[in-house]
C-alpha cells in the first residue's frame, strides 16, 4: 500500500492551452498524443517528459472548482497523484490517520492547504523517448503557515508513511524560515516543507503564504541528467534563470575541493553546486512568470547527493530574495 512514485501533477491555471506551450517551447514538454475529453467547462492539456506528467486544467466557468481555485490562489498544483501498490489501503491508512477524505471514490485526501493528494494505481513503466532535458520529478516544494511545519511532517510520516530525512533553519539578514524534508520508502517521493519564522522580520515565505491565501506547492524540482545543457537549452528558448552573485563561485573550490561540473560553466549558467556524503548536487530556479510570483520551477542535477546541501538552500533563498526585491522596487 506504501507510496512509490508521483504519478502526475494537477495544475490549475488561467489558460491551459497557453501554459502548455510555455512549457513545451521553454523546457521540452510534450503533448500526450491522445489528449482527454475532460469534464464539461474544462479545459485540459495533458504533457509529458521523461517520467514527469503534468495535467493543466483551465476554466472559462467562474462557478467551476478550477476557477475558483485560481481565483482564491491564482495559478498552481491543486492535486498531486500518488502511485500506490495499494491506492485503498492507502486510503484508508490516511484516513486512520487524520487525512481528510474529500472524494471517497477518487480517493482523494486533503493535503496541503488546497493542495490535494489522491492515491492511485501504479501504471506501466512510461517508455522515454530519448532527447529529453528533464527525466523526473526530484521533489516538490510546501509552504505552511508559521507554527504549522511540526504538524505537517507529523501528517506525511503516519497518513502517507514518509520519513523524515533532513531539516535545516536558514537566517538570511533580519528573515529566516525552518524546513523539513519527508521522503516515501522508494524514495521517489519528496517533500520539502517550509514555514517562515515570524519573530522575524517577514520575507518570502509569508509573502508566499499572504498571496497565494494560505499553504500550497511553492515550486516543483525537476531532474535532469544534464543540468548545463538543460539551462543552455531553456535560456536559448526564452526562459529566464535567478542570477547569483560572483562572489558565490569564488570560493567554491576551496569549499568543496573541486566540482563535477567546471566552475567556469556553473558561473557562466548561474548554477548552484553543493555536496554531502554521497556526492554533489546543482541547482538553479527558473525566474517566477507567474502573476502573483507564487510559483516557479527549479532544475537540478544529482551526482550522488541523495540530500539538499545547506549553502545551497540559503543561495537559493537569496536568489528568490534578490527577485522579489526588484519585483517590489
Known amino acids: 500500500m506504501s507510496i512509490q512514485t508521483i ?13 502548455a506551450t510555455e512549457l513545451q517551447t521553454g523546457f521540452g514538454f510534450r503533448r500526450d498524443a491522445e489528449q482527454p475529453v475532460w469534464k464539461p ?57 487524520g487525512a481528510e477524505v474529500l472524494d471517497r471514490d477518487g480517493a482523494l485526501i486533503a493535503g496541503f492547504g488546497d493542495t490535494a493528494l489522491r492515491f492511485v494505481p501504479l501504471p506501466d513503466a512510461p517508455e522515454s523517448t530519448g532527447g529529453e532535458l528533464l527525466d523526473a520529478l526530484d521533489h516538490v516544494a510546501v509552504c505552511v503557515p508559521a507554527g504549522q511545519l511540526g504538524q505537517a511532517v507529523l501528517f506525511c510520516e503516519a497518513a502517507l508513511g514518509m520519513q523524515r530525512i533532513f531539516g535545516e533553519y536558514i537566517a538570511v539578514g533580519e528573515q529566516a524560515m525552518d524546513s523539513s524534508v519527508v521522503q516515501s520508502p ?40 544534464d543540468i548545463a545543457t538543460a539551462v543552455r537549452t531553456a535560456q536559448q528558448h526564452g526562459v529566464e534563470f535567478l542570477s547569483t552573485p560572483g562572489t558565490y563561485y569564488d570560493s567554491l573550490a576551496e569549499r568543496l575541493g573541486g566540482t563535477v561540473i567546471p566552475v567556469e560553466t556553473l558561473r557562466e549558467l548561474n548554477v548552484l553546486v553543493d555536496q554531502d556524503h554521497g556526492g554533489q548536487l546543482f541547482q538553479i530556479f527558473a525566474r517566477s512568470t507567474h502573476p502573483r510570483r507564487t510559483f516557479f520551477l527549479e532544475v537540478i542535477e544529482r551526482q550522488g547527493a541523495g540530500t539538499f546541501g545547506t549553502a545551497n538552500i540559503k543561495a537559493l533563498y537569496e536568489a528568490v530574495e534578490r527577485q522579489r526585491a526588484t519585483a517590489s522596487a
Open 186 to 225: 522508494s524514495g521517489d517521493v519528496t517533500f520539502t516543507l517550509i514555514e517562515p519564522d515570524t519573530s522575524r522580520r517577514a520575507g518570502q515565505i509569508d509573502t508566499f503564504l499572504a498571496d497565494h491565501d494560505g499553504a500550497g506547492v511553492q515550486h516543483l524540482a525537476f531532474r535532469t541528467g
Open 41 to 97: 467547462g474544462v479545459r485540459a492539456v495533458h504533457l509529458h517528459q521523461g517520467s514527469i506528467r503534468m495535467r493543466l486544467h483551465s476554466s472559462e466557468n467562474t462557478d467551476h472548482p478550477v476557477a475558483r481555485y485560481v481565483e482564491r490562489h491564482g495559478e498552481g498544483v491543486a492535486v498531486l497523484a500518488l502511485g500506490c501498490t495499494d491506492p485503498l489501503a492507502a486510503l484508508e491508512r490516511a484516513e486512520r490517520h
Open 7 to 19: 504519478i502526475h501533477v494537477e495544475y490549475h491555471c488561467e489558460d491551459a492551452a497557453q501554459t
